[in-house]
Structures are given as structure tokens and as C-alpha cells.
């Protein structure tokens, strides 16, 4: 493969500390520029996609996130044992670790991100209020104390009013979250959050907010470069999310005018910026009635973030390989406006028709169909395995086209000819929620998955002469009798599971 | 491996793949994936997670890490009380009795992994009178 010339780079070997699609996408980029790769993996991990593309590997642990991707030392070990330069942490794990920001650094590696002080102001929920109250922006109501107890959390959550919300103070991806929307929940919920964070993040600290009940989650993308100048990189919509897990984004939102626009751009550019930021964040807000709250700083790059990409034309994960670099400055004219609409939409493995329960197992056939304005980012592909230890995100899906209903449109159609064979996926629910009419209408809320899909999706009939095909099919593929049709599998959908373990 | 289809069905071709995973056979047509059992020995592996609405126990649904138990051997437990928190895929879910009982065997113990199907707990149900 040819390189691209950039040996002046400081970096020339780096490791990642990721999995998944997005290790994949930061191989790509260090093809792009030249750069070695060591992938630091699990014992679960080794039939995927980004093992197969690294130029090394190194396994840094068992299958459990504690023993391998969340384990600061084996990460930092793998990557010196393959003389790596430099640490991209992805998303997830460790990425909005400040501890692991500073150990890179302790080792003489460069850590692909914003700095350890950065991710200690903006990183820790608690500390970044505190910055947002200094920079004047709004923040939503709630209770950030240290006392811990469960007593006064649950005092405090009723003070606060109901419904409110309990988080995980390190936390983010809707992981060690739960809502409260009565007192008598709130023990155990306050509980649950507790042990959540503290599985996922080493953590069990947690906050209390107010929730509010139809508002919109805007998110900005910031950037800073390598001589301290942040920028924002217009906004995100996420609203479209299911136990506060992001479902499908887009770029840019159908609800902010030009005004607003610059205000809370504005503002996600001052906190970044206040906090001396470097490299790529995210600044989330909630959105209701005009108004806008600072909900939370996201000190990494987001899942979402290729429809940043595609309206804008920049690929973040290089700049921010650059920027660690010391190579990346804004010229005054980038990235000042956007161009069309990007819609992302995050295929789960997980049974559309049997309210999302997660589904492992072996992948057979994989195919996505590619076109023009097309983009796929998977990191597993035929014959690997999609094991319970992990995020059952398996591939996104992104379309852009030159407006809002046109990329709606494309990514249907691009669904539609999506194949997954060996796991069940959340595409025909996608579907659903692509068609909606207050998703087109582009008025939907945070609310929007628990007010029109609280109920497991319904199987789609087909007509009968389809059907007819279908059994062809099915007895050609089995050779053998057809299978025996119960109410539910009848159809061609499973039912194994019990109705308590419906998850939206 | 993969077997390509094709059929004129009133004036639309439709174009399928189909592909037999393990003990089933997965069908993508008409923009649609579906997925079928394969005839085996008749044993649907699906059935073995499964829990009707008269059942008196708690199979797991997935495998997992039972993060809490909410119950002991000789509670009682009213319909959708929670009795146990498990973890899977970094997400935690509460499972529920779905019947009014005494708890008569529970089979794990808390930050155990359990596998598929695993019987949990069971419950003596509380006689009607």
C-alpha cells in the first residue's frame, strides 16, 4: 500500500485502546497518514475486524471490560511492549478517563485527546456545572453534592421534584442512568445507578437533575486546535434515544433557528474554551420551549460523530491524530458553513420484535449496500462472534443526501437492503422510527421512543403469494419439512423471551 | 453459504438471499430479514429461555452476571415485584416474578454468571383459595 508522506509526524506508531468499529475507524486513519497501528484487545475480541486490519496486536486481557479495556495499566503495558508513540483512546472505556490520560503521559506516550486537566474540569459532571455557572450558560436543576448517602440523594430527589433523573457522575452513554418519576422508586433506582456507574466507570458517584419531559438533546461539536483556538463544528440531534441510549443522530438539527444556532454554539465554544480545550468534545444541551440547558461535556470523540463529517467535510479522527501531533491549526475560512443533511442511524444486535432483547451469537452473511453518500462503519463481519460482554452496538449506518427528507429517504432504502444473517438487529425498528411522522415532521423529542414505541414492534405481514416464496425458500435452504408453527415463531419471528424483559 | 432467490410476484421481482446459521435459517426478502428454525432433532433451542405465563421460574433470559438479588430462599413475592438485577452488555435489567409465591430455591448467588436458560429461582406459588 502506498503512504501517504507524512513521516515528519510525531507520531508513527499508535496504539488503540478501543474495539469494535470504532478501532476500525481509527485504523483507516492512520493508513491514511502513514501511521502504524497496535491494536490492545480482549481474549473475546480476536475474530473481528479491527484485529484482522491492525499492523499489530497485542491481547492486554480477558473478555470482562475490568480486565482489559478499562485496565489503564495493561493498556499502557501492550502499547509500550509494541513501541507504540502515542494512545487514541475511542469512546467508551477509557476514553473520558483522566487517569489514563495522565498515565499515557507518565509513559512518554501521546495521548490522542484533550489534556488531563481538560478531562478532570469538563469530564467530571459536578466540575463542569461549576465551570458552565462561571461562563453564565444555563444549566438544568438538580443536586451535585458529595454526600453519597442513598438517604440524601433520595431526600434531595425530592426536592428536586419528580420525575428526576439519577447519573453517573463519570458516566455517559446512558450507562449508570435511571429515571425517577416517583418516590417510591427512587431507592431503587438511586441503588441501581450506583452499581451501574460503578461497573462500568470504577465509580459509584452519581447526581440527581431535573427531568425534563419533552425537550430535545442538541449536542455541539467543539474542536481544539493545536495553538489553543477552539471552534465549534455546528450541532447534532439526538433526540431519537431509548434508556437514554442514542438510537439515531443527525447533522444538522431541524429545530434550531440561525439565533439559536449562534448562542449555543457560541456558548459550547466558551466552555471548551475556558477549560483549554484540545481536540475534539462534545458540548450536549437539552432544548425545550427556546430554551436551552447545558446538559453535559462529552471529553471525546462522539459515536455520532460522522454526520459532523459529512455535513462538514472534515474527518475528526485525523485532526485529532494531527492535533496530537502539534499539526492541526484552523484556517479562519473552515468549516464555517454546512452542506446538506447526514442522518446516523446505530444498528444494535438486538430483537426489534421482542422489545430489544439483546441478541449474541455467530454472524452468518453481512452485506450493506453501497452507493453514493453512503457510509458504514462495522466492526465485525461474517463468522465473527457478538458476545454479552460487550455493547451490542454492531455497526452505524450513515447516509447523507443533499436535505432532510432526501437523506430520510436514502437511509430506508439503505436499511432495507441491509443483510445481518446470525444475529436479530434493531433495523426493522429503525425503519419504524425513520417513518414516523413526528420523526419526519422533525419535532421529536427525548421522549420520543417511550411515547409511540413502548411496545415491542409488531411483526409485518406479508401478502400471501410472499409468503408462498418464503416457504420455497425455506425448504430449499433446510432441506427438510418446514418447521412446526407455533403463534409466534410461525411468522418467522422468535419469541423465547419472557414480557418482563422488555426493555423500551 | 448463501443461496441467491428470485421471484415475480405481480409486477415486482423480488430478490432474496438465504443462509443457514448453525440451526437456523435466515431469509432476507422484500427488505425484510427473517429467521426460521431449522428441522433439527426438534428440540427448539429458543423454547429453552422461554417462560410462560404459568411458569413458577426465573430462567435467565441471556447470559450474564446476576448483579443483585432482591430475594432469599422462604420471601414472599407479589406479581411483578422485583426479585433479582442482572447485567448483561454493560446494561443492567431487573427481572420480575410474575406470580405471588414464596420463593423456593434460589439457585445463584449475587455476581454470579449464569448462562442461558439457567434456572434462577423458583416459586412456590401461593394457593388460590
Same mark, same amino acid.
Given at each position: 500500500?502506498?503512504?501517504?508522506?507524512?513521516?515528519?509526524?510525531?507520531?508513527?506508531?499508535?496504539?488503540?485502546?478501543?474495539?469494535?468499529?470504532?478501532?476500525?475507524?481509527?485504523?483507516?486513519?492512520?493508513?491514511?497518514?502513514?501511521?502504524?497501528?497496535?491494536?490492545?484487545?480482549?481474549?473475546?475480541?480476536?475474530?473481528?475486524?479491527?484485529?484482522?486490519? /491492525?499492523?499489530?496486536?497485542?491481547?492486554?486481557?480477558?473478555?470482562?471490560?475490568?480486565?482489559?479495556?478499562?485496565?489503564?495499566?495493561?493498556?499502557?503495558?501492550?502499547?509500550?511492549?509494541?513501541?507504540?508513540?502515542?494512545?487514541?483512546?475511542?469512546?467508551?472505556?477509557?476514553?473520558?478517563?483522566?487517569?489514563?490520560?495522565?498515565?499515557?503521559?507518565?509513559? *512518554?506516550?501521546?495521548?490522542?485527546?484533550?489534556?488531563?486537566?481538560?478531562?478532570?474540569?469538563?469530564?467530571?459532571?459536578?466540575?463542569?456545572?461549576?465551570?458552565?455557572?462561571?461562563?453564565?450558560?444555563?444549566?438544568?436543576?438538580?443536586?451535585?453534592?458529595?454526600?453519597?448517602?442513598?438517604?440524601?440523594?433520595?431526600?434531595?430527589?425530592?426536592?428536586?421534584?419528580?420525575?428526576?433523573?439519577?447519573? /453517573?457522575?463519570? *458516566?455517559?452513554?446512558?450507562?449508570?442512568?435511571?429515571?425517577?418519576?416517583?418516590?417510591?422508586?427512587?431507592?431503587?433506582?438511586?441503588?441501581?445507578?450506583?452499581?451501574?456507574?460503578?461497573?462500568?466507570?470504577?465509580?459509584?458517584?452519581?447526581?440527581?437533575?431535573?427531568?425534563?419531559?419533552? /425537550?430535545?438533546?442538541?449536542?455541539? !461539536?467543539?474542536?481544539?486546535?493545536?495553538?489553543?483556538?477552539?471552534?465549534?463544528?455546528?450541532?447534532?440531534?439526538?433526540?431519537?434515544?431509548?434508556?437514554?441510549?442514542?438510537?439515531?443522530?443527525?447533522?444538522?438539527?431541524?429545530?434550531?433557528?440561525?439565533?439559536?444556532?449562534?448562542?449555543?454554539?457560541?456558548?459550547?465554544?466558551?466552555?471548551?474554551?475556558?477549560?483549554?480545550?484540545?481536540?475534539? *468534545?462534545?458540548?450536549?444541551?437539552?432544548?425545550?420551549?427556546?430554551?436551552?440547558?447545558?446538559?453535559?461535556?462529552?471529553?471525546?470523540?462522539?459515536?455520532?460523530?460522522?454526520?459532523?463529517?459529512?455535513?462538514?467535510?472534515?474527518?475528526?479522527?485525523?485532526?485529532?491524530?494531527?492535533?496530537?501531533?502539534?499539526?492541526?491549526?484552523?484556517?479562519?475560512?473552515?468549516?464555517?458553513?454546512?452542506?446538506?443533511?447526514?442522518?446516523?442511524?446505530?444498528?444494535?444486535?438486538?430483537?426489534?420484535?421482542?422489545?430489544?432483547?439483546?441478541?449474541?451469537?455467530?454472524?452468518?452473511?453481512?452485506?450493506?449496500?453501497?452507493?453514493?453518500?453512503?457510509?458504514?462503519?462495522?466492526?465485525?463481519?461474517?463468522?465473527?462472534?457478538?458476545?454479552?460482554?460487550?455493547?451490542?452496538?454492531?455497526?452505524?449506518?450513515?447516509?447523507?443526501?443533499?436535505?432532510?427528507?432526501?437523506?430520510? !429517504?436514502?437511509?430506508?432504502?439503505?436499511?432495507?437492503?441491509?443483510?445481518?444473517?446470525?444475529?436479530?438487529?434493531?433495523?426493522?425498528?429503525?425503519?419504524?422510527?425513520?417513518?414516523?411522522?413526528?420523526?419526519?415532521?422533525?419535532?421529536?423529542?427525548?421522549?420520543?421512543?417511550?411515547?409511540?414505541?413502548?411496545?415491542?414492534?409488531?411483526?409485518?405481514?406479508?401478502?400471501?403469494?410472499?409468503?408462498?416464496?418464503?416457504?420455497?425458500?425455506?425448504?430449499?435452504?433446510?432441506?427438510?419439512?418446514?418447521?412446526?408453527?407455533?403463534?409466534?415463531?410461525?411468522?418467522?419471528?422468535?419469541?423465547?423471551?419472557?414480557?418482563?424483559?422488555?426493555?423500551? | 453459504?448463501?443461496?441467491?432467490?428470485?421471484?415475480?410476484?405481480?409486477?415486482?421481482?423480488?430478490?432474496?438471499?438465504?443462509?443457514?446459521?448453525? %440451526? @437456523?435459517?435466515?431469509?432476507?426478502?422484500?427488505?425484510?430479514?427473517?429467521?426460521? %428454525?431449522?428441522?433439527?432433532?426438534?428440540?427448539?433451542?429458543?423454547?429453552?429461555?422461554?417462560?410462560?405465563?404459568?411458569?413458577?421460574?426465573?430462567?435467565?433470559?441471556?447470559?450474564?452476571?446476576?448483579?443483585?438479588?432482591?430475594?432469599?430462599?422462604?420471601?414472599?413475592?407479589?406479581?411483578?415485584?422485583?426479585?433479582?438485577?442482572?447485567?448483561?452488555? @454493560?446494561?443492567?435489567?431487573?427481572?420480575?416474578?410474575?406470580?405471588?409465591?414464596?420463593?423456593?430455591?434460589?439457585?445463584?448467588?449475587?455476581? %454470579?454468571?449464569?448462562?442461558?436458560?439457567?434456572?434462577?429461582?423458583?416459586?412456590?406459588?401461593?394457593?388460590?383459595?
Amino acid at each position: 500500500m502506498k503512504k501517504t508522506d507524512l513521516s515528519n509526524l510525531a507520531i508513527k506508531r499508535l496504539a488503540i485502546a478501543n474495539r469494535g468499529e470504532v478501532a476500525v475507524r481509527i485504523i483507516k486513519a492512520c493508513e491514511e497518514l502513514g501511521i502504524e497501528t497496535v491494536l490492545l484487545h480482549s481474549d473475546a475480541d480476536i475474530n473481528s475486524r479491527a484485529y484482522r486490519m /491492525a499492523d499489530h496486536k497485542v491481547c492486554i486481557g480477558g473478555s470482562t471490560p475490568a480486565e482489559s479495556y478499562l485496565n489503564i495499566k495493561s493498556n499502557i503495558q501492550g502499547a509500550k511492549a509494541k513501541s507504540a508513540d502515542a494512545i487514541h483512546p475511542g469512546f467508551g472505556f477509557l476514553s473520558e478517563n483522566a487517569d489514563f490520560a495522565k498515565a499515557c503521559v507518565d509513559a *512518554g506516550l501521546i495521548f490522542v485527546g484533550p489534556s488531563e486537566s481538560a478531562i478532570r474540569s469538563l469530564g467530571d459532571k459536578v466540575h463542569c456545572k461549576e465551570l458552565a455557572k462561571k461562563c453564565g450558560i444555563p444549566l438544568v436543576p438538580g443536586y451535585d453534592g458529595d454526600d453519597q448517602t442513598v438517604e440524601t440523594l433520595s431526600k434531595e430527589a425530592a426536592r428536586i421534584g419528580y420525575p428526576c433523573i439519577v447519573k /453517573a457522575a463519570a *458516566g455517559g452513554g446512558g450507562r449508570g442512568m435511571k429515571l425517577i418519576s416517583q418516590a417510591s422508586e427512587a431507592l431503587e433506582r438511586i441503588e441501581s445507578a450506583q452499581r451501574e456507574s460503578l461497573s462500568a466507570f470504577g465509580s459509584s458517584k452519581v447526581f440527581l437533575e431535573k427531568y425534563l419531559d419533552r /425537550a430535545k438533546h442538541i449536542e455541539f !461539536q467543539v474542536f481544539g486546535d493545536s495553538i489553543g483556538k477552539v471552534r465549534h463544528l455546528f450541532e447534532r440531534e439526538c433526540s431519537v434515544q431509548r434508556r437514554h441510549q442514542k438510537i439515531i443522530e443527525e447533522a444538522t438539527s431541524p429545530s434550531l433557528t440561525p439565533e439559536l444556532r449562534r448562542k449555543m454554539g457560541e456558548a459550547a465554544t466558551l466552555i471548551a474554551q475556558t477549560a483549554g480545550y484540545r481536540s475534539a *468534545g462534545t458540548v450536549e444541551f437539552l432544548f425545550q420551549d427556546g430554551e436551552f440547558f447545558l446538559l453535559e461535556v462529552n471529553t471525546r470523540l462522539q459515536v455520532e460523530h460522522p454526520v459532523t463529517e459529512m455535513v462538514l467535510g472534515i474527518d475528526l479522527v485525523k485532526a485529532q491524530i494531527l492535533n496530537a501531533c502539534q499539526s492541526f491549526v484552523f484556517s479562519e475560512d473552515q468549516y464555517k458553513s454546512f452542506q446538506g443533511h447526514s442522518i446516523e442511524c446505530r444498528v444494535y444486535a438486538e430483537n426489534s420484535y421482542e422489545g430489544g432483547m439483546p441478541s449474541t451469537g455467530k454472524l452468518g452473511h453481512v452485506h450493506f449496500p453501497e452507493g453514493p453518500g453512503r457510509r458504514f462503519e462495522y466492526g465485525f463481519e461474517e463468522d465473527d462472534v457478538i458476545t454479552s460482554f460487550y455493547d451490542p452496538m454492531i455497526a452505524k449506518v450513515i447516509v447523507w443526501d443533499e436535505s432532510r427528507p432526501r437523506a430520510i !429517504q436514502k437511509m430506508i432504502e439503505v436499511l432495507n437492503q441491509s443483510v445481518i444473517f446470525g444475529v436479530h438487529t434493531n433495523i426493522p425498528y429503525l425503519k419504524a422510527i425513520l417513518s414516523h411522522p413526528e420523526f419526519i415532521a422533525g419535532t421529536m423529542t427525548t421522549q420520543f421512543i417511550s411515547k409511540y414505541f413502548s411496545e415491542p414492534l409488531k411483526p409485518p405481514t406479508r401478502e400471501p403469494a410472499l409468503e408462498v416464496f418464503v416457504e420455497e425458500m425455506k425448504k430449499q435452504v433446510g432441506k427438510s419439512a418446514p418447521s412446526e408453527k407455533s403463534a409466534t415463531a410461525g411468522n418467522g419471528y422468535q419469541n423465547p423471551w419472557s414480557e418482563q424483559w422488555r426493555m423500551w | 453459504m448463501i443461496q441467491k432467490f428470485e421471484k415475480k410476484i405481480g409486477n415486482h421481482v423480488h430478490k432474496a438471499i438465504a443462509e443457514k446459521v448453525g %440451526d @437456523k435459517i435466515w431469509i432476507h426478502v422484500n427488505g425484510e430479514t427473517l429467521v426460521f %428454525d431449522a428441522e433439527t432433532t426438534g428440540r427448539r433451542r429458543g423454547k429453552v429461555a422461554g417462560k410462560d405465563a404459568k411458569s413458577n421460574t426465573i430462567l435467565a433470559p441471556m447470559p450474564g452476571k446476576i448483579t443483585k438479588l432482591f430475594k432469599k430462599l422462604g420471601d414472599v413475592v407479589t406479581v411483578g415485584e422485583s426479585v433479582l438485577v442482572m447485567e448483561a452488555m @454493560k446494561m443492567e435489567y431487573t427481572l420480575k416474578s410474575n406470580m405471588a409465591g414464596t420463593i423456593k430455591k434460589v439457585a445463584f448467588k449475587e455476581l %454470579d454468571q449464569v448462562a442461558l436458560g439457567a434456572l434462577i429461582v423458583e416459586i412456590e406459588p401461593t394457593k388460590e383459595t
